[in-house]
């Protein structure tokens, strides 16, 4: 009987956790399938900027959220749908506001999903590589040396953010190839992983997508992050 009770007390315990994962995977999984309006809004105006937009932003005063002056930015110069009543930064991109930005940008775009639905990240993405690859601001892939005013796509190790070294600010992130500012970007789910993002020079605008290979940072930069 005692061999019973704890034969199905274990494999009780097996569900629980199985259930638990696959709450914690589908909460995760929402995460990175949508982008925000926020994020939107300030990969939109580094495109149509460069880092002039980063400099524009930060002379701004008053507002309390990251995203505030970059959405502020792209309504006005990029061609962002304004801020709705009820409707936050943090609420997820939707067809009519992609189909608004990418007319700004002179991008043919249509799509037969209503407006007000929110699309799917790699979709995002999809149209901001053409943003890019259209506007003066052209999509290099590597060399962080090259360019270094116009948004780029290149591969990444994130390696610390101010929870696990000390010295950075809140904003501040130190990857494989530099110390980077990520505002906006929860970063701590990739630590030690190897990621695509687009950038401007020091500026890490935004996460595309986590890379399968394993993450390996040279020796040369791992003796600088002793020092």
């Known amino acids: 009987m005692k061999k019973q009770f704890w034969v199905i007390l274990g494999l009780a315990g097996i569900f629980l956790i199985t259930v638990f994962m696959l709450f914690v995977y589908g909460i995760w999984n929402d995460r990175t399938m949508w982008v ?19 400099l524009t932003v930060q002379d701004q005063e008053g507002n309390e959220s990251w995203y505030a002056d970059y959405i502020d930015e792209a309504v006005n110069r990029c061609g ?11 609420d997820s991109l939707t067809y009519g506001e992609v189909k608004s930005i990418a007319s700004a940008f002179s991008i043919d775009y249509e799509s037969p999903e209503p407006d007000d639905k929110k699309i799917p990240a ?8 053409r943003i890019l690859e259209e506007s003066s601001l052209s999509l290099r892939e590597g060399d962080l040396t090259q360019g270094e005013s116009s948004v780029r796509k290149v591969d990444l190790i994130i390696v610390g953010t101010s929870s696990n070294m000390e010295g950075l ?10 110390i980077f500012d990520f505002t906006g970007i929860a970063l701590d789910t990739y630590m030690d992983a190897m990621v695509s ?6 500026h890490l605008i935004a996460i595309r997508e986590e890379k399968k290979e394993p993450a390996k940072i040279k ?9």
């Not at 962002?80 to 943090?90: C, H, N, R, T, V």
């Not at 040369?220 to 992050?225: G, K, V």
């Open 36 to 54: 925000s309006r926020g994020l939107a809004a300030k990969m939109t105006v580094f495109a149509c900027m460069g880092e002039d937009g980063a």
């Open 80 to 90: 962002m749908y304004p801020e709705k009543d009820g409707y936050s930064g943090m």
């Open 169 to 178: 600010s809140m904003w501040q992130c130190v990857t494989d190839q530099g």
């Open 197 to 202: 993002a687009y950038v401007c020079k020091d």
């Open 219 to 227: 020796n040369a930069w791992r003796r600088r992050l002793r020092l």
């Open 122 to 129: 790699d979709q995002w993405f999809e149209i901001y590589d």
